[in-house]
């Protein structure tokens, strides 16, 4: 070896062992330090390191010894995000079992991570696929179930047919399961949700209070929690010759005179009737079901419709209108339901030109003239054209006006939206934390109590068809904790990023009885923002 080469293996080694024998990057509770929570995200054990890593990790561990140097008290954390389907498939790949596979990864990137000297606390280590974890995720679980947070329902959802799992809307990919490449189906199950969308303006406001965030991604999330303030009207449409109400959401109110058709999600009550008699409209709702339900999809994907044969009326013009079944409406927002106006909306003018149906302006960049609209829909300012009583009236002036008369008439209500919906935690394979529920004949469903957890996964896992805990007829069998006669586990096991939603408070007291230390997390959170 070159006398001038640097013998980094021999230097390296020597100062690992000093600061292991030494305990110097140990995170302990100093109040007469300033304290600096250092966290990157927990990688997924997959096998190895690759440069992604390294670049954020190393950029920790700068800011890391950077802070220690100025005399600040760190605790710079590491673990595994454990669970989810990539660990389940490559176990059924080598027929091994999940639990084998991961740990196997966890200590081939545990060395990894060791020789590259990171500073991190290896005391505060954490794994989401260990009980001693997911058996906390359990607790959290009741805790919200207790105060009804979570609650379970009838929902259509993604269904991967391949993984026979269900995914969410952004892991449908251009109609396909973003690992399996399978055409995604729709499908009805019973589902745990988390009440996220009860914190949506609570979010919008705590957003303000982020300070150095990109704005890009304040932006992302506010269009994410999408609040739009709106008028829900009560159309009539007749069903066998029967007279209903078709409840709209619009954000414009005052383009009313202007619709000249309405459209319904392929999810809407009356879409889902129809099918049910009529196969083209079946088969045109599983098209759109294959379609993904992303905005992202949505956004990019061609509008198309199928007209029901149906007529719905607009309440102030006693005009009928063709009723659409689309695949741009989405039951998640809104009511599932709109009127098009296609003079005024670019995506409804696409679709009105599509299916050769009437453009009517009701806005005009000048009082008293009434433009035609050809190839792009007019979406500015302007005065009030076609419309009754507000011609000539500016659009901020025309709507309270229609919103005032709506009311009145009590045809409908103003209201306010937000895009943001409940998060469906249920997922149907083995490899995640099982949710710690029992169905009873006599009880109902019944909250396993907090003594008896953590309820671990079955340990006999078959990597030919067992990829679903449905399977495991002897794990399934259990007592009923109220009345103590027979009764079944639930199947479903909680969503990867349930488990990864908490981490890094857990890392702040990791051998803690209970869910959070509450001493240690007062202390250490929240996260520091550099």
């Not at 996964?457 to 103590?484: A, G, M, Q, V």
Request: hydrophobic share 35%; glycine share 6%; with cysteine.
């Amino acid at each position: 070896m070159n006398k001038n080469t640097y013998p980094f293996r021999k230097i390296e080694k020597k100062w690992q062992n000093y600061w292991n024998t030494n305990r110097t990057f140990k995170a302990e509770i100093d109040t007469s330090k300033k304290k600096y929570y250092i966290l990157e995200m927990f990688p997924y054990p997959s096998g190895n390191l690759h440069m992604g890593h390294v670049r954020n990790y190393t950029i920790g561990d700068i800011v890391s010894r950077f802070k220690k140097l100025q005399g600040y008290n760190i605790l710079h954390p590491m673990g595994w995000d454990s669970f989810g389907l990539p660990a389940e498939n490559a176990a059924i790949k080598e027929e091994s079992a999940p639990g084998k596979w991961t740990n196997n990864n966890i200590a081939n990137l545990k060395k990894q991570l060791v020789k590259f000297g990171f500073s991190y606390d290896w005391s505060k280590e954490i794994s989401s696929c260990d009980p001693n974890y997911y058996g906390k995720e359990q607790e959290i679980f009741l805790t919200f179930l207790t105060n009804n947070l979570i609650y379970r329902k009838s929902s259509y959802v993604n269904w991967d047919p391949k993984e026979k799992t269900v995914l969410a809307n952004e892991q449908v990919i251009d109609g396909r399961g973003w690992r399996s490449g399978e055409i995604v189906e729709k499908k009805k199950l019973n589902q745990w949700f988390v009440k996220i969308s009860d914190f949506s303006e609570e979010l919008l406001q705590e957003m303000k209070s982020l300070e150095n965030w990109p704005s890009k991604v304040k932006h992302m999330q506010k269009n994410w929690i999408g609040k739009s303030h709106g008028l829900e009207v009560s159309f009539s449409v007749t069903i066998n010759n029967e007279q209903k109400k078709l409840n709209i959401f619009t954000t414009r109110p005052e383009t009313i005179f202007g619709a000249t058709f309405c459209g319904i999600s392929i999810d809407h009550l009356i879409s889902r009737e129809l099918s049910k008699e009529n196969i083209l409209i079946k088969e045109f709702i599983n098209h759109c079901s294959r379609l993904g339900t992303s905005n992202e999809s949505l956004s990019k994907a061609e509008k198309i419709g199928i007209d029901t044969g149906l007529k719905v009326t607009n309440p102030l013009l006693d005009k009928d209108l063709p009723l659409y079944i689309t695949n741009f409406v989405i039951m998640d927002y809104g009511t599932g339901a709109i009127f098009g106006c296609p003079a005024h909306d670019q995506r409804d003018l696409e679709f009105a030109k599509k299916y050769e149906l009437d453009i009517t302006t009701v806005i005009s960049k000048e009082n008293g003239s009434i433009p035609v609209i050809t190839d792009t829909a007019y979406a500015e300012d302007g005065y009030m054209v076609n419309s009754g009583f507000l011609n000539g009236l500016k659009i901020r002036d025309a709507r309270p006006v229609i919103e005032q008369l709506i009311e009145r008439k009590n045809i409908g209500r103003i209201v306010t939206k937000y895009k943001l919906r409940d998060w469906g935690i249920s997922r149907q394979r083995y490899w995640g934390c099982p949710i710690p529920i029992v169905h009873c004949t006599y009880c109902g469903t019944v909250p396993v109590p907090k003594n008896l957890l953590p309820i671990k996964l079955p340990k006999d896992f078959n990597s030919k068809n067992n990829t679903n805990l449905s399977y495991y007829k002897e794990w399934i069998k259990t007592e009923c904790p109220k009345c103590k006669k027979d009764a079944t586990r639930e199947t479903d096991t909680l969503d990867t990023f349930f488990a990864s939603s908490w981490y890094f408070m857990r890392f702040c007291s990791p051998n803690s009885i209970k869910p959070f230390n509450e001493e240690e997390t007062n202390y250490w959170l929240p996260v520091t923002n550099i």
